[in-house]
Each structure stands twice: as structure tokens, then as C-alpha cells.
């Protein structure tokens, strides 16, 4: 009885957790404004749901740094799958534009931040599925911290308008499709058919993650060594149709939205500078390992988001490369790395954390380093990695959630030398220290709750009774200029969007685990 009780309390129990971790300061504003990064991908959305169309000239501004501008094509830098695959939620958030015409805050921008909660608990989903397929012995509270305490949570929960919850996703999706293919189902032919286009949708979120190529033959590797695969007429017809359609969607959406076709982003980017700063450094084979095993030592221990501190799960991904070696399973070990290395190749060549949380740019191979850690799950030796990941996984989360509560959390935001000897903006190359001291401080974890949809929804039914400036009254400290603000802009959400908003939040994230 008390366990059926504990089933039933639990999804909610993990919903309030949820609410902490999911911020509205990116969210509860009117408009996000050119250009950057943020601003690519919603543009991506904005065109395809709003537009209709791929004219950017009505939302970037022309002889912009940060636009991509030939032939009188304006464009954003950033790349346009992550926009395909959010567009549903930003047309959703338009409906309701066009319903409250008078509405302060942008529902089409807080419907669009819905995506990657949506896609991020899809990914989980997947791969559990996936690992239960394989007879894996699979935990959902345990997947969830993996990702959690993985540093990306950060690119949902808080800047949620970035590719790499669009990343773990198609990797997700990749290995999904290829267990079903392998396991030989009776949709088979479908799979096979989809396997081309799910790739296709991974390089249009990324054009650089050219490594997906290889996942399918890396996860057969992996779980069906020993099984020989045959595909019918019907299969092959469907892999050649899929793999001449994918091809041409992503000619088409390139040439669309650029004016000319690529798969270099050094073209679109207009800026080759970092590889060639690469090359220039390395003056002999001494030189270049000496350089790369540096940059890989700051990139793993570093306090600076340093893997094994603050993503243990990628750390284990890149230390799995040295034990299937050990295995001489040497193919295997050639193909992860492989994987691991183009991503590691591009933190190197930009020596930084690329002035955000985290190592952003190895955050698709999170899916990856979690089935290989699957893959092991039999090893004599795994129990001790699973008790480091458990642990620093904790770790982990709390550098996402605590992080810009407290000036030893905070980014700089003038020059500052980082962990790799370079003078950047947005760096912290005492993060693990800071954390580990604010965790303790009592401004930072108001600071967190204080920034939480939990603490929005809490006075927005306040508001509904008209009762919060009574709760306030009745509050012990003296809340920060910026909680009033918050306040302001939950009076521009109708209660009923905000509602909507809430209840589509518990379905991306407990509905999705749920029903497993």
C-alpha cells in the first residue's frame, strides 16, 4: 500500500522539482531581439510557423556582424533544423498572439521555450525504450539525473532557444530506429526508411555533427556483434527512396534559406579563422600533441565546467574509448572515438567553454556516452563508474541550477583570462569553487527558487485571488527589484494561458516518463 502511494506522490514530487529547475527570465518578455545565437534559431522558427516562408529581411538587420549576407540573400548564421522542429510550438503560440491581441508577454516566444522540454524528455524516452528493447536494466529517475547532472539541462530549462536539446534528440532518435531495424520488427521496412531522414534531421540541426554518419554502424557494433542482418527488396527500395528524399530536403531547405548549398560552416559562419589559429600552432607532431593532450586535460578536470566534475557522464563517453581498447574491441573503440573526436576538435580550436554553461559544443554525445555505459552495464568494474556518475551527477545539476545565482556563479562580462590561457568575455575559470561555496549561501538559493516557475505559478494564483501583495507583506526579506519585475510581466499572461502553459509543461516532462 504504502509503495502504491509512493508511485502515485512521486510524479508529482518530480513535477515540483521540474517547476525549480524551469527558469522565465528568457522566457516572460515581449520579444527576442537580433542577433546572436538565440535569436538564429527563433528566427528559424518565427519564419516557418509565422511567415510561412524563408525571407529573413523582416526579422535580421542588414551589414549585422552576427547575419549572413551574400548576394542580397540575409540569412542567420545559426543552422535551421532546430526551427523545423520547434516551428509546431511557436504556430501554437501565435494562435494564442492573435487570440489576446493585448498581451504583454509573447506567447509565440513562451510556447516556442515549451520545444526543448518537449524534445528533452522525448530523447529519455526514446533511449529508454531503446535500452529495454536490449534488455538493459534501465532506471527513468536514474537516465533523467544522467542528463541532468550533463550540463545541458541548462539549454531547456534557462536558454532554451539553442540546438543542443535538438541534439540529444536526433541522436536519441538514431539509435532508436536502429535497435528497431535490428531487432527486426514487423515495421522494419519503415524503420529502414526513416533511418535516412532522422540523420537528415540531426545534420540540419548541426551541419558539423558529421559523425551521426556512423552511430547506426556503432550502436550494430555495439548490441548485435554477433547477428547477421539481411534486408528484403521492399527494405532496400525503402533505404534508396528515403536516403534520394533526405538529400534533397536538405538541398532545397539550404539553398532556401542561404541562396547557395553547403555542408561547410566555416561559409556560413564567413570566418575560418579558429582552424587556421589550429594549424598555425602546430609546428611539429611534438607540438601537436603537446598542445591537444593540454587543451583535452583543461576541457576534462578543469574547474571550468570540467567534464568530470560537472559532466560525469561525458567524461565516462570519452574514458569508454581507453576500455573497449582495453577490450580490443579495437574497431569499436576506433568508431567512438572517432565520434568523440570531431567534437573535442572543435572546443580545442576555440579554446573556451564558448561563453555559455558548459562545454556546450560535446553535449550531443551525451545520448552516445550513455548507451555505451549501457553497453558495459555487465562489466565487473561498471558498479564503481555508476557510483561516480550517481554522484557527481548531483554535482552537476546543481552547477546548472545554481548557476548566475551568485557573482562566483556569474560569467564575467569583461575580459577574463579562462582555463585555456585565453583573455575571453564570459568566462569563470574558478566555477567549481564558486559553486561549491554558493551552494551554502542563502541569496543564491533564493536566487534559484526566486527565478522558478514554481515560484511564478505560486503568485500567479495569488494574483487570481488578489492576495500578493499580501503574501509579500508577510515575507521575512526584502525581495530584489528584479522578483517585482517578474511580477509585472505574470500580470501581462492570461490565467488561462498560463494554465495551458503549466499543463503542457507536466506533459512534455511527467506525461512522457510516465507512460513508458
Excluded at 537528415?200 to 551521426?212: E, K, S
Excluded at 570531431?342 to 554525445?365: C, K
Aim: aromatic share 20%; glycine share 4%.
Amino acid at each position: 500500500m504504502k509503495k502504491k502511494h509512493y508511485e502515485k506522490l512521486f510524479p508529482l514530487l518530480l513535477f515540483f522539482a521540474l517547476l525549480v529547475a524551469f527558469k522565465v527570465d528568457y522566457r516572460i518578455i515581449n520579444e527576442m531581439k537580433c542577433c546572436g545565437d538565440d535569436f538564429d534559431y527563433y528566427s528559424h522558427a518565427y519564419t516557418i510557423a509565422v511567415d510561412f516562408d524563408f525571407d529573413y529581411s523582416n526579422q535580421l538587420t542588414y551589414g549585422h556582424s552576427e547575419v549572413f549576407y551574400v548576394n542580397e540573400k540575409i540569412a542567420p548564421l545559426g543552422f535551421v533544423g532546430s526551427g523545423l522542429l520547434a516551428a509546431p510550438f511557436m504556430f501554437l503560440g501565435n494562435i494564442f498572439d492573435n487570440l489576446n491581441e493585448n498581451e504583454t508577454v509573447s506567447n509565440k516566444l513562451l510556447f516556442y521555450s515549451l520545444s526543448p522540454i518537449f524534445y528533452f524528455f522525448l530523447a529519455i524516452k526514446l533511449l529508454n525504450k531503446s535500452l529495454n528493447i536490449l534488455n538493459k536494466r534501465t532506471n527513468m529517475l536514474f537516465l533523467i539525473l544522467l542528463f541532468m547532472g550533463s550540463g545541458v539541462t541548462y539549454y531547456g530549462f534557462e536558454r532554451f532557444s539553442m540546438t543542443h536539446i535538438y541534439e540529444i534528440f536526433t541522436v536519441s532518435l538514431i539509435f532508436y530506429i536502429t535497435t528497431k531495424i535490428n531487432e527486426s520488427d514487423k515495421k522494419r521496412t519503415l524503420y529502414v526508411g526513416l533511418l535516412p531522414l532522422s540523420i537528415c534531421i540531426g545534420l540540419l540541426v548541426r551541419f558539423t555533427n558529421y559523425y551521426l554518419f556512423l552511430l547506426p554502424y556503432l550502436f550494430t557494433k555495439l548490441f548485435f556483434k554477433n547477428k547477421k542482418i539481411f534486408f528484403s527488396t521492399n527494405e532496400k527500395i525503402s533505404f534508396l527512396i528515403s536516403s534520394v528524399f533526405s538529400m534533397i530536403i536538405f538541398y532545397l531547405l539550404t539553398v532556401r534559406v542561404y541562396g547557395f548549398f553547403t555542408l561547410n560552416p566555416s561559409t556560413l559562419y564567413m570566418d575560418d579563422s579558429k582552424f587556421s589559429n589550429y594549424i598555425e600552432k602546430m609546428e611539429n607532431f611534438i607540438n601537436f600533441i603537446s598542445y591537444n593532450l593540454s587543451s583535452l586535460s583543461n576541457i576534462l578536470f578543469t574547474q571550468e565546467f570540467g567534464l568530470f566534475w560537472f559532466s560525469p557522464i561525458l567524461f565516462f563517453g570519452t574514458v569508454s574509448i581507453l576500455i573497449f581498447l582495453l577490450k580490443k574491441e579495437f574497431q569499436v573503440s576506433f568508431l567512438i572515438f572517432v565520434c568523440f573526436v570531431q567534437n573535442f576538435a572543435v572546443v580545442i580550436m576555440w579554446q573556451s567553454t564558448a561563453s555559455s554553461y558548459g562545454f556546450r559544443y560535446l553535449f550531443s554525445l551525451i545520448p552516445l556516452s550513455i548507451i555505451l555505459f549501457y553497453s558495459l552495464e555487465k562489466e565487473n568494474y561498471i558498479n564503481i563508474f555508476k557510483t561516480y556518475i550517481l554522484l557527481f551527477s548531483i554535482l552537476g545539476a546543481l552547477g546548472v541550477l545554481f548557476f548566475e545565482s551568485t557573482e562566483s556563479t556569474q560569467l564575467s562580462l569583461s575580459p577574463l583570462v579562462n582555463s585555456f590561457g585565453n583573455e575571453v568575455l564570459y568566462s569563470n575559470p574558478k566555477y567549481l569553487s564558486g559553486l561549491l561555496d554558493s551552494i551554502f549561501k542563502f541569496e543564491a538559493i533564493t536566487a534559484v527558487i526566486g527565478s522558478s516557475f514554481l515560484i511564478a505559478s505560486l503568485f500567479k494564483i495569488f494574483m487570481i485571488f488578489n492576495i500578493e501583495s499580501d503574501i509579500i507583506d508577510l515575507l521575512p526579506i526584502n525581495l530584489p527589484q528584479e522578483f517585482y519585475s517578474l511580477l509585472n510581466k505574470l500580470e501581462g499572461i492570461q490565467n488561462i494561458n498560463f494554465l495551458f502553459l503549466l499543463i503542457l509543461f507536466y506533459y512534455f516532462s511527467i506525461g512522457l516518463i510516465k507512460n513508458k
